[in-house]
C-alpha cells in the first residue's frame, strides 16, 4: 500500500501542489462564514470537481459543521475528505470482472486523442505481468494506423493481436479475436473500438452489432466495457462518458493523464455525476504508470499535504 501511495503522491502532484494545495491557503486563520463557502465552491469548481457534484458537497460540509458546531476553518478540511470519500464508497466495484471460466471480454472504448491505445497497453500489461495470457483485438478500425499502432504496442508488451486491414468491420474483427482467444486458452481478450462519436448512429448500430457477437461467442461477456477518459479534458470528459454510456452501458472508467493535470477533481465528479466506478488511473508514460483506482488512497494522497486528514 504505501509504494502504491507514494506512486499516487507523485503522479497527482500537480493537483495536490495547485487544486488541493490551495485549500490549506484558503481556511487556515478563518472563521467559517458565508464568504469562505462561495471561495471554496469556486475553488472546487476550478479543480473541476463540476457544479452539481460541487453543491451537493458544500451542502453536506455545511450541514455537518452546523451539528459539530465547528467554526474554525480548519475543521473544514477533515469533513470535505470524509464527503469525497462517501462519494466514492457510493459506486460498486473495483478492477475487472473476470470470467469464471473460459476467456474473459474486456472492450475498451473513448474517443481518439484520450490515450486509448496506450492504456490498452498499459492493461495488457498489468495482465501480462499477473501471469495471465492476453490477446488484443484491433477493432477500431475507422482511424487511420490505428491497428498498426496497437499491433506495435502488442510486440512491445508481448502479447498476441489479431487484425484486418483499415476500414475492416469492427465486428469481424472481434469475431475473430474471440475465436483466436478460444483456441489459444487466452485468459483476457481486450477488445479495442468504438473510437469516435462523430455519427452516433454508426456508432450504436457498431457496438449493438459487437455486443451480439460478443454474447453469442462467450457466454457473459462482455465482462466490463471500460471508458477511456482524458483527465487533462476536465467536464469534456464527463460529456463524453454520458454518450458513451447511452449506447454502451459503460462499466468502468480508465481515466488517463491524471498526471497531466493540476485540477484531479474530475475523479469526484466522474464518480458522483456519472455513478460509474473509476477502475484505473494513468500516472504517466510508462508502461507500468496505470494503478487500480483505490478510492482511499487517492484521497489520501490527495490531501496529505493540506492536513485534512483530521490530525
Same mark, same amino acid.
Do not use: C, P, S
Given at each position: 500500500m504505501s509504494g502504491v501511495f507514494s506512486r $499516487?503522491?507523485? *503522479? $497527482?502532484?500537480? &493537483?495536490?501542489? *495547485?487544486?488541493?494545495? @490551495? /485549500? =490549506?491557503? /484558503?481556511? &487556515?486563520g478563518r472563521f467559517i462564514d458565508e464568504d469562505l463557502y462561495e471561495e471554496l465552491e469556486d475553488l472546487l469548481i476550478q479543480g473541476d470537481v463540476g457544479v452539481d457534484t460541487t453543491m451537493g458537497i458544500l451542502d453536506s460540509v455545511r450541514r455537518e459543521v452546523k451539528q459539530r458546531g465547528i467554526t474554525a476553518g480548519e475543521g473544514v478540511l477533515p469533513i470535505l475528505k470524509d464527503e469525497i470519500e462517501n462519494i466514492f464508497e457510493t459506486v460498486e466495484s473495483r478492477g475487472i470482472k473476470f470470467a469464471c471460466e473460459g476467456p474473459t471480454v474486456v472492450l475498451v472504448v473513448g474517443v481518439n486523442g484520450v490515450g486509448k491505445t496506450t492504456t490498452i497497453a498499459k492493461l495488457a !500489461?498489468?495482465?501480462? !505481468? =499477473? *501471469?495471465?495470457?492476453?490477446? /488484443? *483485438?484491433?477493432?477500431? %478500425?475507422? @482511424?487511420?494506423a490505428a491497428s498498426d499502432q496497437l499491433e506495435l504496442w502488442a510486440q512491445r508488451v508481448g502479447v498476441q493481436i489479431i487484425k484486418h486491414g483499415e476500414g475492416a468491420d469492427p465486428a469481424a474483427v472481434t469475431f475473430d479475436a474471440l475465436q483466436a482467444a478460444k483456441s489459444r486458452n487466452a485468459d483476457v481478450v481486450i477488445i479495442d473500438t468504438a473510437g469516435r462519436l462523430q455519427s452516433k448512429k454508426n456508432l450504436m448500430e457498431e457496438v449493438k452489432k459487437i455486443r451480439r457477437i460478443v454474447s453469442r461467442e462467450i457466454p457473459g461477456a462482455p465482462h466490463d466495457v471500460l471508458l477511456v477518459l482524458d483527465a487533462t479534458t476536465g467536464q469534456n470528459a464527463v460529456s463524453q462518458a454520458r %454518450?458513451? !454510456?447511452?449506447?454502451l452501458e459503460v462499466t468502468g472508467i480508465i481515466l488517463a493523464k491524471l498526471d497531466g493535470t493540476a485540477k484531479g477533481g474530475i475523479v469526484v465528479a466522474v464518480a458522483r455525476e456519472l455513478n460509474i466506478p473509476v477502475k484505473y488511473i494513468g500516472l504517466g508514460e510508462k508502461l507500468e504508470d496505470l494503478e487500480e483506482f483505490d478510492p482511499a488512497c487517492f484521497v489520501g494522497a490527495l490531501f496529505e499535504s493540506t492536513g485534512g486528514d483530521g490530525n
Open positions: $499516487l503522491k507523485e *503522479g $497527482l502532484e500537480k &493537483t495536490r501542489k *495547485g487544486f488541493f494545495g @490551495r /485549500l =490549506q491557503g /484558503l481556511v &487556515t !500489461n498489468r495482465f501480462k !505481468n =499477473q *501471469g495471465m495470457k492476453v490477446i /488484443l *483485438g484491433a477493432a477500431d %478500425t475507422f @482511424r487511420a %454518450t458513451f !454510456n447511452e449506447f
